[in-house]
């Protein structure tokens, strides 16, 4: 188990703190039986993966703009990550001689940040420049 999981306890004020070992196999056997809630759903602690959050919403629509930033965040991590990924492997195949696969590699690049752009997760003139790199890269 888990502390995430200890995480998405139903009416939690607070995150719990086990400081003890008899401590945690106490709530591990009195919340083992609990129905899996919705990740979006942990929003009582102040962090949730690494995403800071109030410590409780005053509001129904202050929670649920709660649960819009937690999912938000999380998708635009993975497509950030994604982004670096992509570029890595581009820059791995500018150093190798091989020019087909680094001009199908700088395409998937160039198309996903456009695609990133679009949706303002990167800057309109970052995915500009990182375009007229790959041009200059493969026309070289």
Not at 2 to 12: F, K, N, P, Q, T
Not at 20 to 37: G, K, Q
Not at 115 to 128: C, D, E, G, Q
Request: charged content about 25%.
């Amino acid at each position: 188990m888990s502390i995430g999981r200890w995480r998405e306890l139903r009416g939690a004020s607070e995150c719990l703190d086990f400081s003890s070992t008899s401590d945690l196999a106490s709530a591990i056997s009195r919340f083992e039986s609990l129905p899996r809630l919705s990740s979006l759903n942990a929003l009582t602690c102040s962090e949730f993966d690494g995403i800071s959050a109030p410590l409780m919403a005053n509001t129904k629509s202050a929670q649920k703009n709660n649960r819009k930033t937690i999912a938000r965040t999380l998708h635009n991590r993975s497509r950030k990550s994604r982004l670096k990924t992509l570029a890595k492997k581009v820059e791995a195949l500018a150093a190798g001689d091989d020019k087909e696969a680094l001009k199908v590699a700088a395409g998937q690049y160039v198309s996903a940040m456009d695609r990133a752009a679009k949706t303002h997760l990167v800057h309109n003139n970052k995915a500009n420049r990182t375009k007229a790199a790959m041009a200059k890269l493969i026309a070289a």
